[in-house]
C-alpha cells in the first residue's frame, strides 16, 4: 500500500500548483482523503479533505477560496489544485486516506510521503 503525493516546487506568491496523490496497492475510491501540510518547526496541519464519492470537501479557513480538493477515482488519483499561493503556504504536502476519515488527523490509516511546496514572497 502506498500513497505518494506529487508535483510540488517553487513557486512565486500568487502562483498556482497543482498536486496529485496517486495510490498503488489501495482503491482510494471508496476512502476519504485528506491533504495535510507541515512547515518547518510546526505540527503537521490539515488543509482539507474529500469524501470517497467527492460530494463532500472541507477545507480550514486559511485556504478557503483557494485551494479546491478533487478527485478522478478512474484514475485512483485525488489532486490540490493551489491558486493564489503565499509565502506562508510553504510546506511539505501529504496525502492521505482513512475510511471514517475527516478533519481530524488521527482518523487517517495511510499515508503518503510528502512533496513540498516553496513559495517565494
Known amino acids: 500500500v502506498q500513497l505518494q503525493a506529487s508535483g510540488g516546487g517553487l513557486v512565486q506568491a500568487g502562483g498556482s500548483l497543482r498536486l496529485s496523490c496517486a495510490a498503488s496497492g489501495l482503491t482510494l475510491r471508496s476512502l476519504t482523503t485528506g491533504w495535510f501540510r507541515q512547515a518547518p518547526g510546526k505540527e503537521r496541519e490539515l488543509v482539507g479533505a474529500?469524501?470517497?464519492?467527492?460530494?463532500?470537501?472541507y477545507y480550514v479557513d486559511s485556504v478557503k477560496d483557494r485551494f479546491t480538493i478533487s478527485r478522478d477515482n478512474a484514475k485512483n488519483t485525488v489532486y490540490l489544485q493551489m491558486n493564489s499561493l503565499k509565502p506562508e503556504d510553504t510546506a511539505v504536502y501529504y496525502c492521505a486516506a482513512g475510511l471514517r476519515a475527516w478533519d481530524n488527523l488521527h482518523e487517517y490509516n495511510y499515508w503518503g510521503r510528502g512533496t513540498l511546496v516553496t513559495v517565494s514572497s
Open positions: 474529500i469524501s470517497w464519492s467527492g460530494a463532500l470537501t
